[in-house]
């Protein structure tokens, strides 16, 4: 078997000649797509309306400008350059000062020009890629953005016409040598590809953007459907929009288990949990702690904040259901002053509503206040708030992406999840990230002889031995304190406990062992 012949991308790494790409500058994207959109060739962009094709085209043109020292043209078929300005500017993009130093250059061709100068023959079409070609010679641009063809080729009857036609113009942008990108209408999220059928027969490569509507909830991704001659990922990839950055691709792809294991130790602000875990919680490791409302979950991440204070670590916390005073005065109710913790900066509390933002945006969010504060322990209170606001995949892949990005720096992270019942059964999302995490804590109610008693058990600790026994635990002014273990009780995960004999106890351990 012949190997193939490396080649120089444009930033010297050396990836196989037939994978050669150009970065795009646009977060997560590279990864998606292998290292970026194939050099020296047009790629084509289809999307419904509101699936961020034209924002895509800019961010490609904007990373370039501000990472790469790269110039564009942006070729506008539908909207005029002033609100293509207006809209970018959010992001942070002075599209103006850009203009001036020649590194960003429009070509109007927008409806508010004479529209039949482009809707017949081929004179008309010769005369739209000449004035392209002149804007790159103009300002040396590296990068072209056409936006949008269906704009351009509504006008013509035929799908021949604009097949014709979109391959002189695909076949003009490669003898420019620039690395283009080609925006195209879709009518639906799963339908044909671009409006007339043809375009992705045309263009080397092929990215679609959808936006659908899922039981009330829309969520964006991407799919790299074509790289001719080069590799990508597979599938559909979420992305968000951010204030002041732009599109911001979840490259799953890229999480991979190579995350360290330590042997460290640290304290869950419990004595006696520690005890249960055979000395505490590892370093690195993420906990699910589940139970019902008022077990007392939101209090164990309380101890866990107060435990990394004893030894100056510094805690994170991002609260979905309380307010950050509420979760100072409940602190103070049980002998822990938060406030002195966040004046000597070994606390932040992130109080935000679920419904606020998408899972996504919540993800970029959390993951740069994190690199921020820079935390050796992260409690998120809790899960099940932001799953409400989810389907399951999605939700599974945000546990995903953020036990792995709290790994990957060697961060303990504790989330909290609440249980559908009062008493115990199964939890939804324990179902769907158990597998995911390290160290499972359960806290359950225990309704005995007509008093309602609490109760909690670690089910689950990779890589130590741990108590499994069920232990009453009591809530004062100072905080949880664990008891003794439940004796000849059977049921309590279940939420049905019931007194059994020492005989019966002897029996089922005797079934147990065979």
Not at 137 to 161: H, M, N, P, Y
Not at 350 to 367: D, K, T, W
Not at 431 to 446: E, G, K, P, Q
Request: glycine content about 8%; aromatic content about 8%.
């Amino acid at each position: 078997m012949t190997q193939s012949k490396n080649v120089l991308t444009d930033k010297g790494t050396s990836e196989p000649a037939s994978t050669k790409k150009k970065r795009t500058g646009i977060s997560g994207f590279d990864h998606i797509s292998h290292g970026g959109l194939p050099l020296g060739r047009p790629t084509l962009v289809a999307g419904t309306a509101g699936s961020a094709k034209t924002l895509f085209a800019s961010h490609f043109l904007a990373g370039g400008i501000q990472q790469f020292n790269e110039p564009g043209v942006f070729v506008t078929f539908e909207e005029p350059p002033v609100d293509i300005r207006d809209n970018l500017t959010d992001f942070g993009w002075d599209i103006s000062a850009w203009e001036r130093d020649k590194m960003w250059l429009f070509v109007d061709i927008s409806p508010n020009l004479d529209v039949d100068t482009y809707v017949n023959g081929d004179f008309e079409m010769s005369a739209i890629v000449a004035r392209i070609e002149h804007a790159v010679r103009s300002i040396g641009a590296k990068r072209v953005v056409l936006d949008s063809i269906s704009a351009l080729f509504s006008q013509f009857k035929d799908t021949l016409t604009v097949r014709r036609e979109l391959f002189s113009i695909c076949s003009a942008l490669k003898r420019m040598g620039v690395t283009s990108i080609v925006t195209a209408e879709r009518t639906s999220d799963y339908g044909e590809v671009a409006r007339f059928g043809v375009e992705e027969f045309v263009a080397d490569s092929v990215v679609l953007l959808r936006n659908p509507l899922e039981l009330e909830k829309r969520r964006r991704t991407i799919e790299v459907l074509k790289f001719r001659g080069s590799s990508h990922q597979k599938g559909e990839c979420p992305f968000t929009i951010l204030d002041k950055q732009g599109l911001a691709f979840i490259p799953l792809s890229s999480i991979e288990l190579t995350q360290k294991s330590s042997m460290q130790r640290i304290h869950s602000g419990v004595k006696e949990l520690d005890t249960m875990c055979g000395g505490g919680y590892f370093k690195d490791s993420i906990i699910l702690l589940s139970g019902a409302t008022g077990t007392g979950k939101s209090l164990t991440v309380t101890h866990f904040a107060k435990g990394g204070s004893l030894t100056k670590e510094k805690t994170l916390i991002f609260a979905f259901e309380e307010s950050k005073e509420q979760f100072f005065r409940n602190a103070r109710g049980w002998g822990m002053d938060f406030k002195e913790m966040e004046e000597q900066e070994l606390l932040q509390v992130h109080c935000q509503y679920p419904e606020s933002a998408g899972l996504e945006e919540h993800l970029f969010v959390m993951q740069d206040m994190i690199d921020h504060f820079k935390p050796q322990r992260v409690a998120i209170d809790s899960l099940t708030a932001l799953e409400r606001i989810s389907l399951p995949k999605p939700y599974r892949e945000f546990v995903l992406c953020i036990s792995s990005f709290l790994k990957e720096r060697e961060i303990t992270g504790l989330f909290t999840c609440t249980t559908p019942t009062l008493l115990g059964g199964p939890s939804i999302t324990e179902s769907h990230i158990s597998t995911i995490t390290d160290t499972i804590v359960l806290l359950r109610y225990v309704e005995l002889n007509g008093e309602m008693q609490r109760g909690i058990t670690v089910i689950k600790m990779r890589g130590s031995e741990h108590d499994k026994q069920i232990r009453r635990f009591v809530i004062d002014s100072t905080g949880m304190h664990v008891r003794e273990p439940f004796e000849h009780i059977s049921g309590i995960l279940a939420g049905h406990p019931v007194y059994v004999g020492a005989d019966d106890l002897v029996r089922i351990q005797q079934m147990f062992n065979e």
